[in-house]
């Protein structure tokens, strides 16, 4: 390091404030999120520029689903129309790619819940395979199996943006494009996350009061599941506070707000040489140490992101989301 400094009269010892000092105060910091649900805080190092959820559109993700695409559904159009038609509009359910215990505890849990609420569901497989197979050697198989045969779906694949607004509540891991699409619905969610950033998302749709956020899925209930639905689904206040919000970020064009910003830069900035000027403002030594170090960061983000999968959501402080 002191090789790096070069004789600098100090070093900075937070990693972090390097990375400002090289980047932030020339650098254009997009974030794909609407001020409808983060507001900027005058502490934060950079401040970004908000532009709204970076979202497929519901009619190109339609395209994508009549044309057999299976990240949009694929081929379940034609089953998934029949479904919304037969009946109340249904709780969709959806952990997208994550795994929590088993794809059997998952599947058992989506259908109990719904059991007992009485609510109709649709379960999306994702990347855990779930389906009404893993609903077998339990002992209530029969009994789920057959409320499945009358009241649950499970697809493989589907286009939020297309389905979400057809449902009556949205129950998710917390992940930052379901959630971006939950609440872009006008549905209220159900949040039950996983690890990561998904406890953060929880919270922030309780705060909304868009929604429920629960503890760590793998320490849900079927029962505490089904209390949340039916509250998502019948607290007035929950379901307009939701349609409302889902009206506001729907009509935000999140992709043409940053395109234009990094138009303005590019023009102002960039084109200028004003950009190019401020990079070099920061001290060569800086500059060498973050080069040469810059595996290090990805290194640290790493054991960030295993800190926070190790430590879940505690137990009072997933309550107080609940009842938020």
């Given at each position: ?92 359910m959806g952990w997208g790619s994550m795994l929590a215990v088993s794809a059997e505890h998952m ?61 009556a509540a949205i129950v998710h891991h917390g992940g930052s494009g379901t959630t971006a699409a ?143």
């Amino acid at each position: 390091i002191e090789d790096f400094r070069g004789g600098e009269p100090y070093l900075i010892r937070n990693l972090e404030q390097q990375e400002i000092q090289m980047y932030g105060a020339g650098v254009l910091h997009l974030t794909g999120v609407s001020r409808a649900v983060v507001t900027p805080k005058p502490d934060w190092p950079c401040q970004p520029t908000l532009t709204g959820f970076w979202v497929v559109g519901c009619e190109e993700q339609e395209r994508h689903m009549s044309t057999g695409n299976k990240s949009f559904g694929g081929t379940s159009r034609e089953v998934l129309e029949g479904f919304l038609k037969r009946g109340e509009p249904p709780v969709y359910m959806g952990w997208g790619s994550m795994l929590a215990v088993s794809a059997e505890h998952m599947a058992c849990l989506a259908v109990r819940s719904l059991k007992i609420a009485g609510n109709r569901g649709i379960v999306l497989g994702g990347w855990a395979g779930l389906s009404k197979q893993c609903l077998l050697g339990q002992p209530d198989s029969q009994e789920l199996l057959a409320y499945v045969s009358e009241s649950v779906l499970f697809v493989p694949t589907a286009p939020h943006e297309w389905l979400f607004p057809q449902c009556a509540a949205i129950v998710h891991h917390g992940g930052s494009g379901t959630t971006a699409a939950a609440l872009r619905s006008g549905r209220p969610s159900v949040v039950t996350p996983c690890a990561f950033d998904q406890f953060a998302n929880a919270q922030m749709v309780a705060r909304l009061g868009a929604g429920l956020g629960l503890k760590q899925i793998r320490r849900v209930t079927a029962e505490e599941l089904a209390a949340a639905l039916i509250k998502a689904t019948t607290n007035m206040q929950m379901v307009e506070r939701a349609k409302s919000l889902g009206g506001q970020l729907s009509s935000e064009d999140g992709v043409g707000a940053a395109v234009r910003a990094l138009d303005r830069f590019i023009a102002q900035e960039v084109a200028t040489g004003a950009w190019e000027e401020k990079e070099h403002r920061a001290p060569s030594w800086l500059t060498r140490l973050g080069h040469c170090c810059a595996f290090l960061c990805g290194h640290r983000a790493s054991m960030e992101c295993h800190a926070v999968s190790a430590h879940p959501l505690p137990e009072a402080q997933g309550e107080a989301v609940q009842s938020a």
